[in-house]
Antibody, heavy 125, light 113 residues
């Protein structure tokens, strides 16, 4: 059974960089047809897609966050990571990592079938 | 890219059927059969209920069904049960073969009376 687990600081100061890692177990991050994504949810609000990465390093980002987001992958550790720079209180949210089933060239699939439990990141001084 | 539009809340009695709408544009919902639906109970991670408009993942009850007409997708839950009470989110693909974007709806709170 595939499992994803987010890890990282729960508190980040304004203007600093938020860094989270998602560890994948029970399957390989290098599987074809699967991207690996980050989604966030501010307290009491809806979901927002941040971006997704393929094991080769190919990335797609939400245009509204693109200037501040970097997603990377470490296939040797079966992990992928999120960095969000210049954070403000508006970036306070539960951050989820998820497996993103995607066939980009067609396109087809485009859904998230396995999710981590989520981790709350608070931006505050 | 604007969020997809969902009603803030819907309700129904046990055994009844309800439908949640998800309205987008000709750039997302209207152009691709790539709408998915997620169920989220309080304090839990979202769970995939429907993908590619109307397909159900293994293990999801056949009481859940999806459809699409024009720029609006819909999730129907038949034979409502108490455990269906949750928030529901739609999500659509918008993009091309060289770039893509995923947009979620604002979410709908389902209350089982």
């Amino acid at each position: 059974q595939l499992q994803l687990q987010e890890s990282g600081p729960g508190l980040v100061k304004p203007s600093e960089t938020l860094s989270l890692t998602c560890t994948v177990s029970g399957g390989s991050i290098s599987s074809s047809s699967y991207y690996w994504g980050w989604i966030r949810q501010p307290p009491g609000k809806g979901l927002e897609w941040i971006g997704s990465i393929y094991y080769s390093g190919s990335t797609y980002y939400n245009p509204s966050l693109k200037s501040r987001v970097t997603i990377s992958v470490d296939t040797s550790k079966n992990q992928f990571s999120l960095k969000l720079s210049s954070v403000t209180a508006a970036d306070t949210a539960v951050y989820y990592c998820a497996r993103h089933v995607a066939i980009v060239v067609v396109p087809a699939a485009m859904f998230f079938d396995y999710w981590g439990q989520g981790t709350l990141v608070t931006v505050s001084s | 890219q604007s969020a997809l539009t969902q009603p803030a809340s819907v309700s129904g009695s046990p055994g009844q059927s309800i439908t949640i709408s998800c309205t987008g544009t000709s750039s997302d919902v209207g152009s691709y059969n790539l709408v998915s639906w997620y169920q989220q109970h309080p304090g839990k991670a979202p769970k995939l209920m429907i993908y590619e408009v109307s397909k159900r993942p293994s293990g999801v009850s056949n009481r859940f069904s999806g459809s699409k007409s024009g720029n609006t997708a819909s999730l129907t839950i038949s034979g409502l049960q108490a455990e269906d009470e949750a928030d529901y989110y739609c999500c659509s693909y918008a993009g091309s073969s060289t770039s893509f974007f995923l947009v979620f709806g604002g979410g709908t709170k389902l209350t089982v009376l």
